[in-house]
T-cell receptor
Framework: ETGVTQSPTHLIKTRGQQVTLRCSSQSGHNTVSWYQQALGQGPQFIFQ?????ENGRGNFPPRFSGLQFPNYSSELNVNALELDDSALYLC???WGAGGINNEQFFGPGTRLTVL | KQEVTQIPAALSVPEGENLVLNCSFT??????LQWFRQDPGKGLTSLLL?????REQTSGRLNASLDKSSGRSTLYIAASQPGDSATYLC?????????FGKGTMLLVSP
């Protein structure tokens, strides 16, 4: 069984640039969630995709957007990067639309630094 | 809005001690509660999941309990080892979201 993978591992960008982060879900899972974890904080929910549709969104501005592909992999796009976007971005996969099925398994994360 | 608090923020114990980590939440309408371990700069490793209808779950030296009515969960670690040193996070499940606490940073010294 293949676990959740994320790429790249680390990324350095300049304020105002755009970035794309990628996630492959665990085999057998059809749902992907994205989280932002600032240093010393717990992860904050960005959004979730279920079968290629957005299935919930946290309190993040529209410059945070996402996609899910037919193979259930996913991308997180962030436009107009700000210094406060520097964080560890975590992807999690699960099976089903949520509720009692909402057991999430996390990838290793992408460390984004915005200068 | 769900709020999750973890106490203590940090804990240092000698090897072999039994210890309890606490998690409290404000909204009892949860689907489940998960406990995770996070090593520095790494992703989250799922330790235990307790469904809302359950009272506890056990895995090896770990035991997690859930009391929805009081909005509390505890993670009990028996016979702690230096390899248990990490940050422990609890997360409450809404329909699609997980709401996390800030974690308890645990250091187990030899």
């Amino acid at each position: 069984e293949t676990g959740v993978t994320q790429s790249p591992t680390h990324l350095i960008k300049t304020r105002g640039q755009q970035v794309t982060l990628r996630c492959s879900s665990q085999s057998g899972h059809n749902t992907v969630s994205w989280y932002q974890q600032a240093l010393g904080q717990g992860p904050q929910f960005i959004f979730q995709y279920y079968r290629e549709e957005e299935n919930g969104r946290g309190n993040f501005p529209p410059r945070f957007s996402g996609l899910q592909f037919p193979n259930y992999s996913s991308e997180l796009n962030v436009n107009a990067l700000e210094l406060d976007d520097s964080a560890l971005y975590l992807c999690a996969s699960s099976w089903g639309a949520g509720g009692i099925n909402n057991e999430q398994f996390f990838g290793p994360g992408t460390r984004l630094t915005v200068l | 809005k769900q709020e999750v608090t973890q106490i203590p923020a940090a804990l240092s114990v000698p090897e072999g001690e039994n210890l309890v980590l606490n998690c409290s939440f404000t909204d009892s309408a949860i689907y489940n509660l998960q406990w995770f371990r996070q090593d520095p700069g790494k992703g989250l490793t799922s330790l235990l999941l307790i469904q809302s209808s359950q009272r506890e779950q056990t895995s090896g030296r770990l035991n997690a309990s859930l009391d929805k009515s009081s909005g509390r969960s505890t993670l009990y670690i028996a016979a702690s080892q230096p390899g248990d040193s990490a940050t422990y996070l609890c997360a409450c499940s809404g329909y699609s979201t997980l709401t996390f606490g800030k974690g308890t940073m645990l250091l187990v010294s030899p």
